[in-house]
């Protein structure tokens, strides 16, 4: 996809196929509305099934008429994305479907979030629709809701707000109507912020649908199976957070195991460093934490419960030195090459002298941490365990500790596998 500058503060893009007719009727009333947000915009209809007709009542209302010779929705929707030059990208069907007075309330919503879209499906919001239509929109909803944890309840509304930047984070492949449930997934897969506003439905006015209901419903299938893999993988930017809430109750019971652990080591501090948070429950029950992480998209996830959170490397933290009363890496360790006790000294830097170390890491020297990797790289193979790369072992880690002056004052294990180290960081006059 091609970017414009944006030299505008909103584009409505139309996508239009054979929508002459309810043209004639949207066009001025929604050009009049927008006059009255006292903002600059442009209208684009893009239309997919070239018409002279299209083209005269488009460019007779004042807005900017776009032929796409590729024949689909998500083309239409994605070319004029492409095309226009507005911060903000509203897009609404042609059949006068989507009232145009609802443009200000989600113009109004626009800094909640990085998507706002009218739905259908939540409190205070309704679907005027033929009976079929409307327990197939539901069940498909229902259904990616379930399978996904993607929490919107209507991810197929095409009558939505964007921030048009998100779009250069995100390439979508599909180019029929399923595109709309695609960019839900990939925008928040980058932690980007959904947010619904009640909307009332109401059917197209002239003409019929272009949308196939069974073809509808089988392209979405499609998506889902193309999407469940990514979607249930560790590149997914919540994908520790939903671990807590898991389904499968031993990955749900680790989880919780390890959180309890470590915010009974470090929730009394007044000051705190989590090393490697990514997208963990500890860090969302640490207001007060700082949250370091290399992945800049679990950090925009966990803006929705914390905002002191530094893009860093535990190899280099962006801290001086005994910034912290504690310092807390959890699952970080074994996933450095060539540590040699490297991390351990950067965490050690900006902890103060006397403050607490909460480090985290498997226990290669048990049996049953190789035990369950060796299992866990069987029955999720591209998960964590292939990115274990430096085993340490009981021994190994207390050794690192004390050669380096602390004082390991507590432990704990979750299966005998994951261990859990409090140290002490020893003080200038050696205490």
């Known amino acids: 996809m091609r970017y414009r500058p944006a030299t505008l503060d909103l584009s409505v893009v139309i996508p239009s196929m054979h929508e002459a ?3 004639k009727d949207l066009l001025p009333r929604l050009i009049e509305h927008l006059k009255t947000l006292r903002i600059s915009w442009e209208v684009l209809v893009v239309d997919a099934g070239p018409a002279e007709e299209t083209q005269a009542v488009t460019e007779g209302a004042g807005a900017r008429y776009i032929l796409e010779e590729q024949r689909g929705y998500g083309r239409a929707l994605l070319r004029g994305i492409s095309e226009s030059e507005g911060e903000y990208v509203l897009t609404m069907d042609a059949d006068q479907s989507h009232p145009v007075q609802f443009v200000r309330r989600l113009w109004n919503a626009r800094l ?4 706002i879209i009218a739905s259908r499906y939540v409190d205070g919001g309704h679907a005027n629709q033929p009976r079929g239509r409307y327990w197939l929109s539901r069940i498909l909803n229902w259904f990616f809701s379930f399978g996904l944890s993607l929490p919107v309840r209507d991810k197929t509304s095409g009558y939505r707000l964007y921030r048009k930047n998100l779009f250069a984070h995100i390439d979508p492949l599909h180019v029929n109507f399923v ?93 705190i460093c989590d090393v490697g948070c990514g997208s963990s429950r500890i860090l969302s029950d640490l207001p007060h ?42 699952q970080v360790l074994e996933h450095i090459p060539n540590e040699a006790g490297r991390h351990i000294e950067e965490l050690l830097r ?24 060796w299992l ?20 190994e880690l207390e050794t690192a500790l004390t050669e380096r002056g602390c004082v390991v004052e507590d432990s704990a294990y979750i299966c005998n596998a994951e261990l859990i180290l409090k140290a002490k960081k020893g003080t200038a006059n050696g205490s």
């Open 21 to 23: 007719e309810n043209l």
């Open 112 to 115: 909640r979030g990085d998507i």
């Open 179 to 271: 595109i709309l449930m695609e960019i839900l997934l990939k925008a928040y897969a980058n932690g980007k912020t959904i947010l619904e506003v009640p909307f009332y439905y109401h059917p197209r006015i002239e003409g019929q649908s272009n949308a196939r209901v069974i073809q509808f419903g089988l392209d979405y299938l499609r998506l889902f199976k193309s999407m469940w893999s990514e979607r249930n993988s560790i590149r997914f930017p919540d994908y520790d957070w939903r671990a807590h809430d898991s389904r499968i109750w031993f990955q749900r019971y680790w989880q919780r195991k390890r959180h309890e652990i470590i915010l009974e080591y470090a929730a009394p501090f007044p000051s």
């Open 289 to 330: 934490a700082v949250g370091v992480d290399l992945r800049h998209d679990k950090l925009a996830f966990m803006r929705r419960t914390n905002d002191r959170l530094v893009q860093g490397d535990g190899m280099g933290l962006p801290f001086p030195d005994s910034s912290f009363a504690c310092v807390i890496s959890s």
């Open 350 to 373: 900006v902890l103060q002298p006397g403050g607490t170390l909460v480090l985290g890491t498997p226990d290669y020297g048990t049996w049953q941490w190789p035990a369950i990797e």
């Open 376 to 395: 866990y790289g069987k029955l999720a193979p591209g998960a964590y365990a292939d990115e274990h790369v430096n085993p340490y072992t009981r021994a």
